[in-house]
């Protein structure tokens, strides 16, 4: 009895998980943050669009984005700027082809996500700090964690 009661208390658990990573992703199966705390996103859902990626890592709010550059590949970036972080409106949206600062209005191409690095652009996340693989692309935890620094006075006004 006691062994289908544990059985019982881990399928629910795995399915409020499920849930969980529902909602934070706007419903969507394809993404999430995996129960290691790992994030996982599908390489089908990414396109020319970028993709941005909300999380919360220890009290700290995040974001992340993906986007398919025109050669392909799969790009991306955490979504704050490597010199205008700290003032809080160093972030990205995307007008096109172009990614522009809110802080100081530098536009930077999709092509160059994940490659210029330096200078006011997206923070790149690189091969080295993720695993690719033909479904997808999974960041960890760890180096999730290390990166909150650049967002502790991020959106702010």
Request: with cysteine.
């Amino acid at each position: 009895m006691a062994q289908k009661a544990n059985v019982k208390s881990a399928v629910i658990k795995n399915v409020l998980v499920v849930l969980a990573v529902v909602v934070v992703f706007g419903a969507s199966a394809h993404a999430g943050v995996l129960e290691n705390g790992d994030l996982y996103v599908s390489a089908e859902e990414i396109t020319e669009t970028a993709t941005f990626y909300p999380l919360n890592i220890e009290g700290t709010e995040m974001e992340i984005f993906a986007v398919r550059a025109p050669d392909g590949t799969i790009r991306t970036a955490f979504n704050t700027c490597q010199v205008c972080y700290g003032s809080g409106r160093g972030y990205y949206k995307q007008d096109g082809s172009v990614f522009v600062c809110q802080n100081c209005g530098n536009r930077f191409r999709t092509s160059d996500i994940e490659i210029v690095r330096g200078g006011c652009n997206p923070v790149p996340i690189t091969a080295q700090y993720k695993t690719v693989d033909e479904r997808g692309i999974t960041i960890t935890k760890d180096f999730l964690l290390k990166a909150k620094v650049i967002f502790s006075n991020w959106k702010t006004h």
